[in-house]
DNA sequence: GAGGAGACTGTGAGCGTTAACATCCCCCAC
DNA sequence: GTGGGGGATGTTAACGCTCACAGTCTCCTC
């Protein structure tokens, strides 16, 4: 039944060993780079392995070293362009650093999926893993959970024991709506991601707090969910209003829908009202018109993330408490302009 | 130094089985709901599970079993909408089916690429492959692979002895070209993927097939790489071309960049150019105009060759040679208009 | 009431590797 | 010349599970 049943079963070590006229410990040295093996004995080995087309079977060594190399990782819906940004910088340092990559991508974050998620990498018997818990519940259901294997989390709170990775989101909403305030605007008006995104409470946290911080007025919360259209139907609201000059939205999907209903009511961007998006997807140069939006650099988080992750595999530890944050960066471009007096 | 060499170490099912009074041959049985357990010692058994938080080692099972029950897939950039979509697709599938899925991500997609991550995957001992291969080469690589492990490509080509799984390419290109030649268009321009893709060809092939049927022109294509910014630049030179009254976008990223050409130029679309993209991204409805499209159901994709890879596994053949054609869904928005006389 | 068919359970071996310990041999110091 | 240190290698025992086979017990049939 099994593809090895048919031809000729793969090769183990002990036919290496015969081959190169030794036993299967000196084999087994020869490949964990042992250092005391005589030069001429390891040439002969190599060799036995290279006719034999010998490959070492992982997952008897796993079962031995109660070692994987298998790292797990948790992600919220992979189609969005954030985590499947993550997810593959994660991935690329996971492989460089000579781990695999198990991955399980939820279609909802609430509490029981991601401890389901968890146990579930756990039983593959994963050496470590990333959840990417950008909502709060998921943020949570890590604070109270066995702590018996190493893990770390993307964009989570700073509240369980944890260690965790993420960009700073204040920062970035600052840079945008002091942007826009530099500009000269009375103030900005927000579309903000749904209320259980951490990503989005830190974005909300950053533009009030310069609103306030500048005794601006604070202008009520236009409730997002990340979505093209719910910035659409924000932008239906927001075009009938002549007050609005300066909108900060959550994410460039927001954005563009924002851009379209202002397109539609023949709000002109930037010169009736400045538009900021965050993320920088690579469609956003090319919206109409170019988004000035906040970067994030996916990929020192995904790289930072596996970093933490792999000292706590290799000190032994189940858990520790760092906390790294990634600094945004701005980008301007045609999107946002002085308010006209 | 492991995780489990400071506490107690987990139980195993010598220790289940001493609990429940029975031997660890039931306690697997039970595990395995094997039939011939009486319902008094399977309810004992679980019970001894339960109190001492018993989990299977799943790696000395794959040791005897010779099954890891994970999947490995090779994909080309996961942060492309259409490979992150798909390779979504693919985990659902797995994870319902009741396996992992080991992902290796690649930066190119050559030869040497795809040879040494089918191997680092083979090595892991994966029950089987799923190749998001939709480059010339990559496809290449895949037929004259040592078989030894099944496996199942997709958007790959048709040539080599693995099955595909893929979007009818040819027929999205047609169903978009044939509703611009509908609409009174006179002839249909294209901006194109790049060359090594076979996507890219088979949208060329669908278009160009639908031009010659009509006995229409086919005018020079413009070749572009998927980005926004190639789009641009064809958009660049299209707005300069009074003749061209309506374009097929080989995807909507390109698309964008097009349309944002036309708007800098003071083209109108669809008043003066028709506009027809590719894959339906989420934004697309709310691009300057929403665009006219096709839709691919990656979802069917990945549950299609899924289910094409396990039923390889289950029958233990290696390789088969399925082709499975995934129809696309044409979605008509406001990008595209009747031509004027 | 003996024989046999099932149902249920236990025993032992083995999956392919690494870890721990044992062994051999060479060479040097006293 | 002998004791011993250490490099190079071999031997044996795990790791935790499933498979094959061997039991035991019950109940039915003739």
Redesign the interface.
Known sequence: ????S??RR?PVMADVAKVAGVSHQTVSRVLNDHPNVRAETRTRVLAAIDQLGY??????R??VT???R?LGVVSF???L?GP??T??GI??AA?DAGY??????L?TMDRAGVRDALD?L????VDGIVVVAPQRSAARALADLPA???MVAVEGDHAGDVSVVSVDQVEGARLATEHLIGLGHETVWHVSGPSDWLEAEGRIAGWRGVLIANGRAVPEILPGDW???S??QAGRILAEMDEVTAVFVAND?MA??L??AF?EAGVEVPGQVSVVGFDDV??S????P?LTTVRQDFGAVGRNSIGILLRQIEA?Q?RSRERLVVPPLFKVRASTAPARR
């Open positions: 039944m099994s593809s090895t048919r031809g793969s490959r070492r079977n992982l997952v008897a796993a079962l109660r070692h994987s298998t819906d992979t189609t362009y499947a940004s997810v593959y991935e690329q492989r695999f990559v198990s991955i399980v991508s279609r579930y756990a039983d593959q018997g018996d294997v190493p979505s093209p259209r910035g659409y999907q563009l829908g851009l379209r397109a690579p469609e140069e090319f919206f109409s170019p032994g189940d």
